[in-house]
DNA sequence: ACATCCAGGTGTACGGCGTACACCTCTGCG
DNA sequence: CGCAGAGGTGTACGCCGTACACCTGGATGT
């Protein structure tokens, strides 16, 4: 009864496939939407079936963001340690654009799984490749933070606005009102679109920007010979 | 029958009580066990009482959010825009240590209520009384990112540790083999308690030197007159 | 004084979620 | 041939957010 409709039988499951296709699955319909029994349906099995590869949601998220760490490139050699960090985090930032649900999942992991504690190593691995102390390096870590994975917390979520001008016209008004300094930076970005905050502002450019406003005081901080117990 | 049982009638609730009960159950169990049948109850409720105040739960949450930001402290007058966005910031941290739940929601709001924008624009207002250009100030505005709410991305999200102090040692040889270099800023980092990664760091610490590096790398900026399209 | 209204609170119910637990059904191996 | 164990199933439980109809007591208008 319960045979493939195709004649043939449906490979066997494994914790692989269940990831890639939780990721497609995610990528798909977002992160919210996404259940164990959702998952299951696409794989053409029932929900329990899920729990014979994945101990439960919180391991298959664990394995969704491996999936998706393993998709970062391995860092560049023959650079020095900027252009090579440069690199690398622009890379994990392509991932994250094509798996926008992953850096919310990324941040609400309790423990690094090894794969993500691998890449961490990797990149502080790039820093004292580069003559950092261990000192100076780790708060340089910390410093950088969730950009390490290439995303940033967006400022303003992307408002979807409303679609009848007139309307929209009214709330920029009442928003130069309420907010002005909001609305003119908003402008002075927006000039490009119709729109309002978050959109009309290259997200591309201001994530460089951020990155290399960083990498430039760690690279200070680093030739002065920094060290956290004789600051200025 | 459903009279109080200290005979005095139970003042009636309203959107603030229901808001300000649930920001300290949150503070008490947790955000993740925060439900509005639980809130309810906290309150002597029927859970669908609360609607009679709130919309859904995610204008319950959104209502938090602003109950939170409302303990920032306004800013302080008569210094230099560094040292105001400074403390401003460092008395957001002291907010949001106090309901630890917090960063995690407002990062999750899709919308920015009204008081979330009047803070976000009395900080991009402060910039901009410092003399900092639109231009700059918006891309600094993104540089600064959460940060404006006083709180980064745990790098590794403070792991319980086993007990057993020999599981202990053995955690400890496996990561230094495994993860050579996180194990080392780690060990640089944890001398004065005997624990792993995320514990035996200051906190505080990470955070204002972040929060300085920052406003340095804003300030060189500022200083050598940098624009969006002038730049090395 | 009486009718009316309605803000605030109740009770029931629905559909969705994660997942525990007992079961069935193949496949490969002795 | 028998049996074990991996992979898949079915049922059920307790939680969640919330729609909807209902009740109730005090303020209000006449």
Redesign the interface.
């Known amino acids: 009864m319960v045979q493939q409709v195709d004649g043939a039988r449906r490979a066997p499951l494994n914790r692989d496939r269940v990831l890639r296709a939780a990721v497609a699955l995610a990528d798909d319909v977002g992160i919210e939407s996404l259940s164990m029994r959702n998952l299951a349906q696409e794989l053409g099995v029932v929900p329990m079936a899920l729990y014979k590869h994945v101990a439960n949601k919180e391991q298959l998220l664990d394995g969704m963001v491996d999936v998706v760490v393993g998709e970062i490139d391995p860092p560049v050699r023959g650079t020095d340690w900027k252009a090579a960090i440069r690199q690398r985090i622009l890379s994990a930032r392509g991932v994250l654009l094509r798996h926008p649900w992953a850096s919310?999942v990324i941040?609400?992991?309790?423990?690094?799984t090894?794969v993500v504690?691998?890449y961490?190593?990797?990149i502080?691995?790039m820093f004292?490749a580069g003559g950092f102390s261990?000192?100076l390096?780790?708060?340089v870590?910390?410093?950088l933070?969730?950009r390490m994975w290439g995303f940033?917390?967006e400022?303003?979520?992307a408002?979807p606005l409303p679609a009848d001008p007139q309307m929209q016209a009214a709330m920029l008004r009442e928003m130069a009102g309420?907010?002005?300094?909001?609305a003119?930076?908003a402008m002075?970005?927006a000039h490009d679109e119709g729109s309002v905050v978050g959109h009309g502002?290259d997200d591309q450019?201001?994530f460089e920007?951020?990155v290399d406003?960083?990498l430039?005081?760690f690279e200070r901080?680093h030739q002065q010979g920094w060290t956290?117990t004789n600051q200025a």
Do not use: K, W
């Open positions: 919310r941040e609400s992991r309790p423990q690094p090894p504690l691998d961490m190593n990797s502080v691995g004292r261990v000192d390096t780790h708060h870590m910390h410093v933070g969730s940033t917390q400022l303003f979520p408002s309420r907010y002005p300094h909001i003119e930076i002075a970005a502002c450019f201001e920007f951020a406003l960083l430039d005081g901080l956290s």
